[in-house]
């Protein structure tokens, strides 16, 4: 099925670190979703942007809408161990069409 | 309780074997979804409800595949003759509102090996 380009598959980073993610499409989207996922439980919605050019902060969390609509990034600052998971992109015209996912990894 | 609940959480099944995994929205939820996440892969969309109607069943990979929800609260995802590549995590959603700016909510999941 249709799916996005995320980048980058995996990351090791030290805590402490700042983190970046980004996903992009070759179709334009009227909402960009990021989510984390944590081992055996659903996804769970971190930021939602709607317009392009929105950037969007959630505690360290920070989102930016790119302003052709066909792309967006999650930067994470100041990791902590509890930021280890997997990151999906989502874009929503209709449905929601899902990236592939970012797997956060702190090493100690 | 208060979020999506799924069961059962896990599933055997002989190859050709039928199966239903079930889905117990948010009380009051309009919308529901259905995904079916393969590993190391972002979850991919199967059907949607809005109340018990269903609105949308694009995404079901088969005829095999069956969604219900009589009385648009609990649904359930049914698989029929069950194949090795219908082994995936389904992951059931809820919103509050009709698909459009809605925050999905998501259950963990129902994590299915077909043998």
């Known amino acids: 099925g249709q799916q996005l380009n995320q980048s980058p598959q995996s990351m090791f980073i030290q805590e402490g670190e700042d983190v970046s993610m980004n996903c992009t499409s070759s179709?334009?989207?009227?909402?960009w979703l990021w989510y984390k996922q944590d081992p055996g439980e659903g996804p769970v919605l971190l930021i939602a942007?709607?317009?392009a050019g929105e950037l969007t902060s959630n505690g360290r969390l920070t989102a930016q809408f790119g302003i052709t609509r066909k792309d967006s990034f999650l930067n994470i600052s100041a990791s902590i161990p509890s930021d280890v998971g997997i990151y999906f992109c989502?874009?929503?015209?209709?449905?929601?069409?899902w990236g592939a996912g970012t797997k956060l990894i702190i090493k100690p | 309780g208060a979020g999506v609940s799924q069961s059962p959480r896990y599933k055997v099944a002989k190859r050709g074997q039928d199966v239903a995994l079930r889905c117990d929205p948010i009380?009051?939820?309009?919308?529901l979804f259905w995904y079916q996440q393969a590993l190391g892969q972002g979850p991919e969309f199967l059907t949607y409800?809005?109340?018990?109607?269903?609105?949308?069943k694009s995404g079901l990979p088969s005829d095999r595949f069956f969604a219900e929800r009589p009385e648009g609260s609990v649904s359930t995802l049914k698989i029929q003759r069950t194949q090795q590549e219908d082994s995936a995590v389904y992951l059931c959603?809820?919103?509050?509102?009709?698909?459009?700016?809605?925050?999905?909510?998501f259950g963990p999941g129902t994590r299915l090996l077909v043998l």
């Open positions: 959603a809820s919103s509050l509102v009709v698909r459009g700016k809605e925050t999905q909510y």
């Open positions: 009380s009051g939820h309009v919308s």
């Open positions: 409800f809005q109340n018990e109607a269903q609105l949308d």
């Open positions: 179709s334009i989207f009227n909402t």
């Open positions: 942007l709607y317009k």
């Open positions: 989502a874009g929503q015209f209709d449905q929601l069409i």
